[in-house]
């Protein structure tokens, strides 16, 4: 095809996954051009995201701006993007992954074991929120939306004593120096597709998908497939309490998930593994072992009290 239109948010990260998949592609011999659209969610910042409803607040302007032949193809955080599919749509690409852990940026440095007792971290994520809390009960929250540089900003004001982000995000903007800790696994998995760009287009569109198909990454798709096919059989969207990584190791596609209560107190985790081409199937499988030991009570406690 002669281009491929790219639909993308305007903010500074959304601009950086667009410019790097376009990067990818122009590898590929694909020539690109960038398609800005305005979601929802950018427009109705004073807002929280479950406030807001959450389901597609920052994909669904994207994604009907390739249903309507604006683009050819939409670039998401894939963990930005609802686990239902949507009919037209087929998730093309999924290029390497990138660092999928979250991370901690405190004033004074302190690590999140340094921080004093009743500490205020930013963050309107309730995954984050309830696996911190497992960690240490006396912590404190407040909502945090905008991009990056406003979090900072406000972390400097003193409206939080440390910020929880994902590194993915910090490394792309080049940020990564105000890191204090890589929070461990062990204490904190992300959120499903968390680290991972995915590349939407129409599914009768064949030029469009084979040009795309040239930055697929086989195991970052598979994996991340087992995580959405996870989040999706729990009907827990975007915004509750699950966590969850699919890794691809020694040929073997390995999946580890975690439901919680949203004060951190209960917690049901499971560990599966299976072959990398059943990676839906995977995902589905951990959803039923994690429904039958009371995952959807955890879930629903988190839908009736939303974070502020």
Known sequence: MAELRLATRKSPLARWQAQWVAQLLAQAGVSTQLVFVTTRGDRQQSTSIARLGAQGVFTREIQQAVLDGRADAAVHSLKDLPTDPVPGLLLAAVPRRGPVQDVLIARDNLTLEQLPAGAVIGTGSLRRRAQLLRRRGDLKFVAMRGNVDTRLEKLQRGE?????????GLQRLGLEQHVTQRL????????????AVGVECRQDDTAAREALARIDDAATHQ????????????????????????????????????????????????????EPEQAESLGEGAACELLDRGAAELIEQARRDPPA
């Open 184 to 195: 461990p696994l062990e204490w904190v998995l992300p959120a499903v597709g968390q680290g």
């Open 160 to 168: 939080c004593d440390a910020l929880m982000l994902a590194e993915a």
């Open 223 to 274: 994996a991340v497939l087992a995580e959405r096919a996870l989040l999706r059989s729990l009907r827990g969207g975007c915004l509750a309490p699950v966590a969850a990584l699919a890794q691809v190791v020694h040929q073997r596609l390995r999946l580890q998930a975690v439901v919680l209560s949203p004060d951190g107190t209960r917690r049901l985790h499971t560990t599966v593994t299976g």
